[in-house]
């Protein structure tokens, strides 16, 4: 069980960076479990705030419910409650519940409620969905506004004054004028992350609009690189994170635009690059070629 209310957990998140593990597959795709603990060791010297097991990232859309288990329950074991794990809730409303109680049941410490697949739904639907899925546990949860679930201001609102247990508002769309009404009539109600694919790109600017911390994919295979770009981030050193961005994001940014899906299919290639290979993405995704990590792994040799 957990030792962070949802109001402790709110502020551990704010704290420090946030850490989106990629979910390890053996060449048949399947959860190499092995493969993730080592990988969870290693970041494990490096300092962040929370730890997301099957975000995004870790390719959480491509699990099924036992799998997510499965990854959550070995996340949860691995980190020994050095960082709070907060678990993914997907799909529909009755399986993202399903999923939050298994989450609470397996000692994770809070919840990422992805989007649900496929429909559009209006602001009411999403907030009742979000809601239920608020109900469903005594975990602090964060709502991840993107795609089909984007949510504006007064649907953010809402469910912060409904739902104790909502502790953050994840934003995967960047439209500055929704960031700015949500914190104008929300305001420190609720931790805010910035998730949109490589955050690092946008971090600087999102930290005016209230977006104190956000979620590292580059993590994975940069560590200490990304720690240390937060920190610049966080002492507002503009030249130093102009410096880091031309350095590594941009042209980083030019490999992952190559495909729909490379924003996660690279962070794999970037730890095949360095040597720490997590296997192959899962289908929709597609891996990236031989040529492109062979680019990849030069551009990260000049940050290593
Ligand atoms: O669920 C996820 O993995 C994300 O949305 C976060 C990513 O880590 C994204 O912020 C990124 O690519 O940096």
Redesign the pocket.
Known sequence: MTEYSPTDLAAQLKSGLLS?PVTHFTEDLQFDEEGYRKHLSWLAEYPVAGL?AA????EGFSLNPEETDRVVRAAVDEVAGAVPVLAPATGSTANAVAQAKAAEAAGADGLLLMPPYLTEAGQDGLVEHASRVCEATGLGVIVYSRANAVLRDEAVAQLADRNPTLIGFKD?VGNIEQMTRTYAKVGDRLTYIG?????ETFALPLLQLGVST?????FNFAPKWAIEFYDAVRAQDRDEVYRRLNEFVIPYLDIRDRTAGY?VSIVKGGLAAIGRPAGPVRPPLTDLREDEIAELRDLIARIS
């Open positions: 989106f997301f975000g995004g990232t870790g995967g998730g949109l694919p490589t955050a956000y979620s590292s994919a580059l924003a």
